[in-house]
């Protein structure tokens, strides 16, 4: 065996550099591996990730943004005075005898040019303006609502995927389980211990558990496809750790007055400005706006040019067919969003409670599920496993025992996943953060 100092000793120049370059070359190699996405592993997907990849894919956000940006630049327009009118005519032209259709042979024919402006009074140009600011804080209300209703569905399909994954992982378990105890019954039979019976059971048992495994397959297709629709081809990526589901954002002391702000009932309350806007615009209405015209007269050339000035009044001759009406339409539409919004604080508070109960005893189900349901099935199992071995049980307890056994965990495992999915639905009924930018 040579030694390394004597190797070092005898490496000549050619042979150091050679060695280096090697060391270099092989360096660079596995930056670019680690730094190729193809070649790195990929990342797990978090819950809190996914949500964040949805809000910034959305394009309802987008939506509301430019419905916000239409109805602030509206407000502007409707604060301003109405375009003034050009008019243009001729008066008085003769159409018989010798001056017929002539401009400039008799004393009343003028050739018209005048400019009419309507004169809308102050505080209805002001109303018409905050009418559509409310349109605007509407729209920004009804993206805090899509906002949340994004989070919560990519929660959702986030964990269908993830118990999905997790109930494939104990049916795998369970067939490799079953596969075994096809190979026991197989050596059995032929030992003259057995009988092809068993052989039939187990294999049944096993076609029973791969039917199932495809039946879960298909689960896990159809929540990445779910969850594709929020955050595109990232709902490929391995999914990471289970957040925290313990608690969730809402008080219960104070449901109430929380739920008073939810986003949908933001929507319903700025749907009653709107209401109360068109109101005070409808009781404005009820005084009329004057228009001002000024028109110059040009005559023949033997004959003086004249001015004309006029004003305009509407004549509210019927206000209380008309305009006293529209005032009470629009209060009773007041009325109306009002009462909406009120019902549907009391169908929120209604479903949100009853959410809260069923989450607080799935809660205590499935502390039970893991303190002795569960522990009690995989001992049930053990002890006819060795009750089988030791020749005092059949190959059918032991099939039954395992049947058993991966029912309870696929129950607990279901009454997980709606436990958590009725945590997703309390918890991110509101934005997170109040909401997103876009």
């Excluded at 301003?80 to 008066?91: H, R």
């Excluded at 067919?321 to 009773?332: C, V």
């Amino acid at each position: 065996m040579f030694s390394p100092h004597i190797m070092a000793s005898q490496m000549t120049p050619c042979s150091a550099v050679r060695s280096s370059r090697a060391v270099l070359l092989l360096v660079f190699a596995v930056s670019l591996v680690l730094g190729n996405p193809t070649f790195a592993a990929e990342t797990p997907l978090t819950l809190a990730e996914a949500q964040q990849r949805a809000i910034e894919r959305s394009r309802m956000l987008a939506a509301k943004d430019y419905a916000v940006q239409s109805s602030r630049e509206m407000s502007v327009a409707a604060g301003q005075l109405p375009d003034p009118v050009l008019k243009v005519g001729i008066d008085n032209l003769p159409i018989n005898g010798q001056d017929r259709f002539s401009l400039t042979r008799d004393f009343m024919t003028m050739r018209r040019v005048g400019v009419m402006q309507e004169l809308t009074r102050s505080d209805k140009r002001r109303l018409r303006a905050e009418r559509f600011e409310r349109e605007a804080e509407k729209s920004i209300a009804e993206k805090a609502a899509t906002a949340a209703t994004i989070e919560r569905e990519t929660a959702l399909a986030w964990l269908d995927r993830y118990y999905a994954e997790a109930m494939s992982a104990a049916v795998a378990e369970q067939i490799d389980q079953a596969k075994l105890e096809i190979q026991a019954a197989e050596s059995a039979y032929r030992a003259g211990r057995g009988n092809q019976a068993d052989i039939f059971s187990s294999r049944s048992a096993l076609a029973a558990l791969e039917d199932k495994a495809s039946d879960i397959d298909r689960r896990i297709g159809n929540a990445k496809i779910a969850l594709a629709r929020w955050i595109g081809d990232a709902a490929q990526q391995p999914l990471g750790a289970k957040p925290a589901v313990d608690t969730i954002r809402l008080n219960e002391a104070t449901l109430d007055t929380q739920l008073n702000h939810h986003p949908e009932l933001a929507v319903l309350a700025r749907q009653e400005d709107i209401a109360v806007a068109e109101a005070q615009l409808a009781r404005a209405n009820k005084k009329a706006d004057w228009s001002v015209e000024v028109a110059v007269q040009q005559r023949g050339p033997g004959y003086s040019d004249m001015v004309s000035i006029g004003l305009s009044v509407p004549l509210q001759w019927d206000q209380k067919n008309r305009q006293d009406r529209e005032l009470s339409s629009k209060l009773a539409q007041v009325e109306r969003a009002r009462a909406e919004r009120e019902d549907m604080l009391r169908a929120h508070v209604a479903e949100v409670r009853a959410m809260l109960n069923e989450w607080h005893t799935d809660r205590q189900r499935q502390t039970r599920y893991e303190k002795e349901l569960t522990p009690l099935a995989n001992s049930r199992t053990t002890a006819i496993v060795a009750a089988y071995r030791g020749g005092k049980a059949t190959l059918a307890d032991v099939i039954a025992a395992r049947r058993s056994e991966i029912e309870v965990r696929l129950q607990a495992l279901q009454l997980e996943q709606e436990t958590d999915r009725l945590w997703a639905q309390l918890n991110f009924l509101f934005p997170q953060n109040g909401g997103p930018g876009h």
